[in-house]
């Protein structure tokens, strides 16, 4: 903002300077001369007053004409200054917040892996021992207990993982309409009878790359919440539409390059937040539910999930006007692959397969070797890198598939898996850990011959993955019906 005087106003002043002094000059001359008992109204009387009144008013305006824009000049600068003192705290305060989320989530997903271990010790055993007691037995009423209590810890841990971004995904490219589509039966069920649940899909021929999982588990927190902001109901309205590239909060940012756009947004007309609770509204723990409600973990999740697909993630909120989530992530118009067969099943497992097992946790080891010596598989267990290494140098011994921890204490599982694969070409290698951080090294993606499954898997999650990693890679003469 400039505030100096224009031209015009400064000549004004000087002109309305000069003939004020000299009417100023003039008065006091005439009032002396009739002091003086002189002819007040004598043009000599008149002529020196004027002229010396008029340059003096002249050199007293120019002087605040300078004074004036020297003091605009100064008031401008004193403007600017506190508007980037205003800019710099609120980059000091994103910054902050930005490092602090950081730092949550390098803790949560340092946590994960030693959790999902145990986690993994917990809810098989508990599988496997339903599957030996026999339905009288006293105990067994008490195992599912223990198994559901499992699987409620494991999904907190899972909510750590998707907000840290440390998750393995396999991002696939879909119409998110009809993603969401698929399981609206299931969030009308969820919102009950007293909540309107409606989708509005107006995003056309554009389509998201994301895994369809993360997809699912986006719009079910946030549905969730809005439930719980309407406990006498309401509407919850799932709206996609295309979005302009520049279309967000100011304190999100657009990925670069990306020239379509998707804008998810699911809207309620529920109690709404106040700007306290809006600036905190991401940060996992946070949260407004009673201490048995909630865990705070729904949010921070949807703004992980979002970032780590390049989205970015903002609100609109009154209280008691509701509340509205915006997601906007990069769109594509290519075209949707044709829909994968389904999952082989535990029924036509390629039994006739030698598989090398590696985790230096013994008791997950041996629960996995369990499992996969109860369906028919060979399974060798070497106690050390060095006999593993032995085994895939020995031509007699055949090794159908490698399945391995990805965290270690002597050698990664990724860095032991390549040293397998330099002995034996194409060694499919199935990697099972609860923190796969040295698993993805900034590439989260899996390739043709690399699978992963996250640790607390049950007995037919593996088995489903085995069975269809082996069937891909093993000769059809192999395979048992």
Same mark, same amino acid.
């Given at each position: 903002?400039?505030?100096?005087?224009?031209?015009?106003?400064?000549?004004?002043?000087?002109?309305?300077?000069?003939?004020?002094?000299?009417?100023?000059?003039?008065?006091?001359?005439?009032?002396?001369?009739?002091?003086?008992?002189?002819?007040?109204?004598?043009?000599?009387?008149?002529?020196?007053?004027?002229?010396?009144?008029?340059?003096?008013?002249?050199?007293?305006?120019?002087?605040?004409?300078?004074?004036?824009?020297?003091?605009?000049?100064?008031?401008?600068?004193?403007?600017?200054?506190?508007?980037?003192?205003?800019?710099?705290?609120?980059?000091?305060?994103?910054?902050?917040?930005?490092?602090?989320?950081?730092?949550?989530?390098?803790?949560?997903?340092?946590?994960?892996?030693?959790?999902?271990?145990?986690?993994?010790?917990?809810?098989?055993?508990?599988?496997?021992?339903?599957?030996?007691?026999?339905?009288?037995?006293?105990?067994?009423?008490?195992?599912?207990?223990?198994?559901?209590?499992?699987?409620?810890?494991?999904?907190?841990?899972?909510?750590?993982?998707?907000?840290?971004?440390?998750?393995?995904?396999?991002?696939?490219?879909?119409?998110?309409?009809?993603?969401?589509?698929?399981?609206?039966?299931?969030?009308?069920?969820?919102?009950?009878?007293?909540?309107?649940?409606?989708?509005?899909?107006?995003?056309?021929?554009?389509?998201?790359?994301?895994?369809?999982?993360?997809?699912?588990?986006?719009?079910?927190?946030?549905?969730?919440?809005?439930?719980?902001?309407?406990?006498?109901?309401?509407?919850?309205?799932?709206?996609?539409?295309?979005?302009?590239?520049?279309?967000?909060?100011?304190?999100?940012?657009?990925?670069?390059?990306?020239?379509?756009?998707?804008?998810?947004?699911?809207?309620?007309?529920?109690?709404?937040?106040?700007?306290?609770?809006?600036?905190?509204?991401?940060?996992?723990?946070?949260?407004?539910?009673?201490?048995?409600?909630?865990?705070?973990?729904?949010?921070?999740?949807?703004?992980?999930?979002?970032?780590?697909?390049?989205?970015?993630?903002?609100?609109?909120?009154?209280?008691?006007?509701?509340?509205?989530?915006?997601?906007?992530?990069?769109?594509?118009?290519?075209?949707?692959?044709?829909? &994968?067969? %389904?999952?082989?099943?535990?029924?036509? /497992?390629? *039994? +006739?397969?030698?598989? =090398?097992?590696? !985790?230096?946790?013994? #008791?997950?080891?041996?629960?996995?070797?369990?499992?996969?010596?109860?369906?028919?598989?060979?399974?060798?267990?070497?106690?050390?890198? &060095?006999? %593993?290494?032995?085994?895939?140098?020995? /031509?007699? *011994? +055949?090794?159908?598939? =490698?399945?391995? !921890?990805?965290?270690? #204490?002597?050698?990664?599982?990724?860095?032991?898996?390549?040293?397998?694969?330099?002995?034996?070409?194409?060694?499919?290698?199935?990697?099972?850990?609860?923190?796969?951080?040295?698993?993805? /090294?900034?590439?989260?993606?899996?390739?043709?011959?690399?699978?992963?499954?996250?640790?607390?898997?049950?007995?037919?999650?593996?088995?489903?993955?085995?069975?269809?990693?082996?069937?891909?890679?093993?000769?059809?003469?192999?395979?048992?019906?």
């Amino acid at each position: 903002m400039n505030h100096a005087p224009n031209k015009p106003t400064s000549r004004l002043v000087l002109i309305l300077s000069f003939f004020g002094g000299s009417l100023v000059s003039s008065f006091f001359s005439i009032f002396q001369r009739i002091l003086l008992g002189a002819d007040p109204f004598a043009l000599r009387g008149f002529i020196v007053p004027f002229i010396f009144g008029g340059i003096s008013g002249f050199l007293i305006g120019l002087w605040y004409n300078r004074f004036k824009t020297a003091l605009n000049t100064l008031q401008e600068k004193h403007d600017q200054l506190v508007q980037e003192q205003a800019e710099k705290r609120q980059l000091q305060e994103e910054l902050y917040q930005s490092q602090k989320m950081d730092a949550i989530g390098q803790l949560a997903g340092g946590i994960a892996h030693d959790f999902n271990n145990l986690m993994m010790i917990i809810n098989g055993s508990c599988e496997l021992a339903l599957s030996r007691l026999t339905a009288d037995e006293q105990n067994r009423s008490r195992i599912p207990i223990i198994w559901e209590a499992g699987k409620r810890a494991t999904n907190l841990t899972q909510q750590l993982l998707a907000f840290s971004r440390r998750q393995v995904i396999q991002p696939k490219l879909i119409k998110p309409g009809q993603a969401i589509g698929s399981f609206l039966e299931l969030l009308k069920r969820m919102v009950g009878e007293n909540i309107k649940l409606e989708l509005i899909d107006q995003a056309g021929d554009l389509n998201i790359r994301i895994d369809p999982g993360q997809m699912e588990q986006i719009v079910i927190n946030l549905v969730v919440n809005a439930k719980d902001a309407m406990p006498n109901g309401g509407i919850i309205t799932i709206s996609l539409t295309p979005a302009d590239p520049i279309l967000s909060s100011d304190k999100s940012v657009s990925p670069e390059g990306k020239d379509s756009h998707i804008l998810i947004s699911v809207r309620d007309t529920g109690c709404g937040m106040s700007p306290e609770i809006q600036e905190h509204i991401f940060e996992p723990f946070f949260t407004t539910k009673p201490r048995d409600k909630g865990t705070g973990l729904g949010l921070s999740t949807v703004y992980g999930i979002v970032r780590q697909n390049e989205g970015t993630i903002f609100l609109s909120s009154e209280p008691g006007l509701g509340t509205t989530f915006y997601l906007k992530f990069p769109a594509d118009r290519e075209s949707l692959p044709e829909p &994968e067969p %389904a999952p082989l099943t535990q029924n036509t /497992n390629p *039994v +006739n397969a030698n598989i =090398l097992l590696m !985790d230096d946790n013994k #008791p997950v080891r041996e629960i996995v070797s369990e499992i996969l010596r109860q369906a028919g598989y060979r399974v060798m267990e070497p106690l050390t890198l &060095e006999n %593993a290494l032995r085994m895939c140098a020995d /031509n007699s *011994v +055949n090794i159908d598939l =490698l399945i391995t !921890d990805v965290v270690m #204490p002597e050698v990664s599982g990724k860095e032991f898996s390549e040293a397998c694969r330099k002995i034996k070409t194409n060694l499919p290698t199935l990697f099972i850990s609860g923190y796969p951080e040295n698993l993805l /090294n900034g590439d989260d993606t899996l390739n043709d011959q690399v699978f992963f499954l996250q640790k607390p898997f049950s007995e037919q999650e593996l088995l489903n993955r085995v069975t269809a990693i082996l069937s891909e890679n093993l000769p059809s003469s192999r395979i048992s019906g």
